[in-house]
């Protein structure tokens, strides 16, 4: 797509209709828009909830639950309203009734001109251990991210992090590139938060 506003090549795999799901990825920072799309196959009406885990913790706005999704039909809701000014959002979607596929739409703009755009599908549930194929990092050798330092810049490769629970994570990121010894990052993140932390002092190739 190209136009005015948002600009790029967006794709995601097929996605299969569940009745709890998590997103991660999107922003509601100037600049950045991010859309929730609720699509639902089945023959029964969702009653579809959405809530926000972000930089600060939990996020409840109005609107947030009893979104109906009518039997194959779509809804579309804006994520700033429901989170405004979140830098690193991580999305739950749950539902009763019908079940829903969801999908985040991501756009930024930059100094008036579209940056991109990109489709977010639901990842892994919350896990003690996570494994994440095929992240292809370019740009490295300008990164200067020291171990347990934050990414403040949407511009910069980083993993993004939320703890749902109710104890703070000691989380280790490991890097397995194609060759050399896998590099890691530690971190501690507070419960209830989402951070984005650094891949650490990486060349640039594909990784696990």
Same mark, same amino acid.
């Given at each position: 797509? *190209?136009?005015?506003? $948002?600009?790029?090549?967006?794709?995601?795999?097929?996605?299969?209709?569940?009745?709890?799901?998590?997103?991660?990825?999107?922003? /509601?920072?100037?600049?950045?828009? /991010?859309?929730?799309?609720? *699509?639902?196959?089945?023959?029964?009406?969702?009653?579809?909830?959405?809530?926000?885990?972000?930089?600060?913790?939990?996020?409840?706005?109005?609107?947030?639950?009893?979104? $109906?999704?009518? @039997?194959?039909?779509?809804? $579309?809701?804006?994520?700033?309203?429901?989170?405004?000014?979140?830098?690193?959002?991580?999305?739950?979607?749950?539902?009763?009734?019908?079940?829903?596929?969801?999908?985040?739409?991501?756009?930024?703009?930059?100094?008036?001109? @579209? =940056?991109?755009?990109?489709?977010?599908?639901?990842?892994?549930?919350?896990?003690?251990?996570?494994?994440?194929?095929?992240?292809?990092?370019?740009?490295?050798?300008?990164?200067?991210?020291?171990?347990?330092?934050?990414?403040?810049?949407?511009?910069?490769?980083?993993?993004?992090? &939320?703890?749902?629970?109710?104890? =703070?994570?000691?989380? /280790?990121?490991?890097?397995?590139?194609?060759?050399?010894?896998?590099?890691?990052?530690?971190?501690?993140?507070?419960?209830?938060?989402?951070?984005?932390? @650094?891949?650490?002092?990486? =060349?640039? &190739?594909?990784?696990?």
């Amino acid at each position: 797509v *190209t136009t005015e506003s $948002i600009s790029g090549l967006a794709t995601a795999a097929c996605g299969e209709a569940s009745t709890d799901a998590w997103l991660v990825g999107g922003s /509601t920072q100037t600049g950045r828009t /991010t859309l929730v799309l609720l *699509t639902n196959p089945t023959e029964v009406a969702a009653n579809v909830a959405v809530t926000v885990l972000g930089e600060n913790g939990w996020v409840s706005g109005p609107g947030s639950s009893g979104i $109906i999704v009518e @039997p194959a039909s779509q809804r $579309i809701i804006s994520l700033a309203a429901l989170a405004p000014n979140l830098a690193n959002p991580v999305v739950r979607v749950t539902s009763t009734g019908g079940q829903v596929v969801p999908t985040l739409q991501q756009s930024v703009v930059r100094t008036l001109l @579209p =940056d991109g755009v990109e489709l977010i599908a639901p990842g892994a549930t919350p896990n003690v251990r996570l494994v994440i194929p095929g992240i292809r990092l370019s740009g490295m050798a300008s990164q200067h991210a020291s171990e347990g330092g934050v990414v403040t810049s949407d511009r910069e490769p980083a993993i993004r992090v &939320g703890v749902p629970g109710e104890q =703070d994570a000691a989380v /280790t990121v490991t890097a397995y590139g194609v060759s050399g010894k896998p590099v890691a990052v530690k971190s501690n993140i507070p419960a209830g938060r989402v951070v984005e932390l @650094p891949f650490g002092k990486l =060349d640039d &190739g594909v990784y696990t």
